[in-house]
């Protein structure tokens, strides 16, 4: 089993959030593949210190996600997901536009802001403007959702030793 953690950056740096991702995806006790989806990527994916704890980066690097649509993304996403129990993102403008297309996709339920992780099932989740908290079990073939980042630690900076896959998909919103 194995978890996908969608991996946020502005074309130059690496979302520093990443970093809470990835230590929400190591309570889930898998292994962790970060996806990387961009256009000129190569300073980043050398410039990788925020990404201790992943086992594989699969870069997708084109021209024509250099604006980072969801539309597009998304179905890059989802051609992946199928290969994973989770598929996480950061609560974020970025995720939560991405997010559920990709669960649309895939015909799971989202699964949003989590603020804590229970077993690979069960989560903690706010609800009623914040007021309250949700315990969640879903039984989806694979779980897709936004964490809450401010909820969990950072992990460690460290260097970077990744086995790193080079994508070619692409898939363009006509």
Do not use: C, W
Not at 35 to 58: K, Y
Not at 84 to 110: I, N, Q, W
Not at 148 to 174: G, M, P, Y
């Amino acid at each position: 089993m194995t978890v996908l953690v969608v991996i946020e950056h502005d074309g130059t740096e690496i979302k520093p959030s990443v970093r809470n991702l990835i230590s929400a995806a190591q309570q889930l006790g898998h292994d962790i593949h970060g996806i990387m989806i961009g256009f000129n990527l190569s300073s980043l994916v050398e410039n990788n210190h925020l990404l201790a704890g992943i086992d594989r980066l699969i870069v997708n690097d084109h021209s024509v996600y250099e604006a980072q649509l969801a539309e597009n993304i998304s179905q890059v996403i989802a051609q992946y997901a199928p290969n994973y129990t989770h598929v996480l993102f950061a609560s974020s403008t970025y995720g939560k536009d991405t997010m559920p297309r990709v669960a649309a996709l895939l015909d799971v339920e989202p699964l949003s802001d989590v603020t804590n992780i229970i077993d690979e099932n069960t989560f903690i989740r706010p609800i009623y403007a914040g007021n309250a908290n949700a315990v969640v079990h879903s039984s989806a073939k694979i779980q897709v959702m936004t964490i809450r980042t401010s909820a969990f630690s950072l992990t460690k900076e460290s260097e970077f030793a990744v086995e790193i896959e080079n994508s070619q998909v692409i898939i363009t919103a006509d």
